[in-house]
């Protein structure tokens, strides 16, 4: 069965550190996979896409790795901040029922950057 | 802020009750996607419409069912209430469909069933 995996333990990291998150992914074949923040209470919001001939995206502080060999992708943040705490999660596309692409979500990982 | 509109924010009624929850998505979006999620759970995908027509289901149970509507907005229905639904419902909208679009998240609907 299809699943996605996110280190269900909070990740704990010293201001300044590079965070890196971790979703792996089984009988999937995503061509796109997409990193979400969520703060508590409030809902996802969308922070980066890589597409599957992409090996690296960048933006600002953050930077998404997409191998589809390991059927797996990393997600870091460079000097991280205090106000970088939150859940990062991954959403993957795989096929829904009716044949038509379906977004899944994983559980996520919290982060917590600890001043 | 999103663009997405969820009403209302917070919902209390009691178990066998029956509620409607309703989003309007981004404008221009055609694509909209109900989630559930408990406390301290992570994000269950409970359908998707475009532009009207149901696009993917998922774990959604029965008694819940939903449907967009002409002006693309879309609404949640869920009945014979119980305990276990109590959860923020989110609801999201996309441009299109498929995995190549962002989706954009409304603030949820905090339903209570006491």
């Known amino acids: 069965s299809q699943k996605i995996e996110q280190n269900s333990e909070a990740l704990n990291i010293q201001e300044g550190k590079t965070a890196t998150l971790t979703c792996n992914y089984t009988n999937y074949s995503p061509a796109y996979l997409q990193w979400y923040r969520q703060d508590p209470g409030r809902g996802p919001v969308f922070l980066l896409l890589i597409r599957e001939n992409e090996k690296e995206k960048r933006k600002e502080r953050l930077k998404v790795t997409f191998d589809t060999t390991l059927k797996q992708s990393l997600f870091h943040i460079t000097a991280s901040q205090p106000a970088d705490s939150a859940t990062y999660l991954c959403a993957l596309e795989g096929v829904g029922s009716g044949g038509y692409q379906k977004v899944t979500f994983g559980t996520g990982t919290k982060l917590q950057v600890i001043p | ?114």
């Open chain 2, 1 to 114: 802020d999103s663009g997405v509109t969820q009403t209302p924010k917070h919902l209390i009624t009691a178990t066998g009750q029956r509620v409607t929850l309703r989003c309007s998505p981004r404008s221009g979006d055609l694509s909209v996607y109900w989630y559930q999620q408990s406390l301290d759970q992570g994000l269950q995908f409970l359908i998707q419409y475009y532009n009207g027509e149901e696009r993917a289901k998922g774990n959604i149970l029965e008694r819940f069912s939903a449907q967009q509507f002409p002006d693309l907005h879309s609404e949640l229905n869920l009945s014979s209430l119980e305990l276990g639904d109590s959860a923020l419902y989110f609801c999201a909208s996309s441009a299109t469909s498929g995995g190549n679009n962002e989706q954009f998240f409304g603030p949820g609907t905090r339903l209570t069933v006491l």
